[in-house]
Nanobody
Framework: QVQLVESGGGSVQAGGSLRLSCVVSGYTERNYCMAWFRQAPGKEREGVATIAHYGGTSTYYADSVKGRFTLSQDNAANILYLQMNSLKPEDTAMYYC???????????????????WGQGTQVTVSS
């Protein structure tokens, strides 16, 4: 059974930092696409950052977070991290990680569905 568990959310002031973690268990595919999404109340879900594994790796970021957020992985521990710096009030949202087998079109704006999702972790940034 595949499980994704996010953690690391919290409340910070603008300009602060947080590091989100997504621990993946039960997923054994070598090629895949993993992503962080976020959804604020009353807004559509937004792709934040993605990482594609296909023999090599590629990472992509939404324009709204480029230069501030960074993806990294601990492959041995099956953890995907999202380091978030210079946080802004508009970054306030529930953050979710997700994974699917297809690594193609693995970028934040893609409409491709993801197979597995975590339960989310709340990030609140105050001004």
């Amino acid at each position: 059974q595949v499980q994704l568990v996010e953690s690391g959310g919290g409340s910070v002031q603008a300009g602060g930092s947080l590091r989100l973690s997504c621990v993946v268990s039960g997923y054994t595919e070598r090629n895949y696409c993993m992503a962080w999404f976020r959804q604020a109340p009353g807004k559509e879900r937004e792709g934040v950052a993605t990482i594609a594994h296909y023999g090599g790796t590629s990472t992509y970021y939404a324009d709204s977070v480029k230069g501030r957020f960074t993806l990294s992985q601990d492959n041995a521990a099956n953890i995907l991290y999202l380091q978030m710096n210079s946080l802004k009030p508009e970054d306030t949202a529930m953050y979710y990680c997700a994974v699917r087998q297809s690594w193609e079109y693995c970028y934040p704006g893609s409409r491709r569905d993801f197979t597995y999702w975590g339960q989310g972790t709340q990030v609140t940034v105050s001004s």
